[in-house]
């Protein structure tokens, strides 16, 4: 499974605090769980470390932002 990427999906409960909501295998089936402007997507590579700084997730945006 090296390389395969994954959508990660959270929600932001009180900035910086979110509350993690799952990993799917397509980024269609990340953005049909996003019910509120809240949720975010993320994509990331399995068995790939993230940077030890903290900085912005590759790919991450709200689907719902600009709907609600």
């Known amino acids: 499974m090296d390389g395969k990427q994954v959508?990660?999906?959270?929600k932001v409960?009180?900035?910086p605090t979110w509350e993690f909501m799952g990993v799917f295998d397509s980024e269609e089936k990340a953005?049909?769980?996003c019910?509120?402007?809240?949720h975010f997507?993320?994509?990331h590579?399995?068995?790939?470390?993230?940077p030890e700084e903290t900085?912005?997730?590759?790919?991450c945006?709200?689907?719902?932002?600009?709907?609600?």
Do not use: C, F, R
């Not at 900085?55 to 790919?59: L, S």
């Not at 945006?61 to 609600?68: C, M, N, Q, S, V």
């Open 7 to 10: 959508w990660i999906v959270g």
């Open 13 to 15: 409960t009180d900035w």
């Open 31 to 33: 953005v049909a769980i």
């Open 35 to 38: 019910v509120t402007s809240q």
């Open 41 to 43: 997507v993320a994509l």
């Open 45 to 50: 590579i399995v068995n790939e470390a993230g």
């Open 55 to 59: 900085h912005p997730m590759p790919g």
């Open 61 to 68: 945006y709200y689907p719902l932002a600009k709907k609600e």
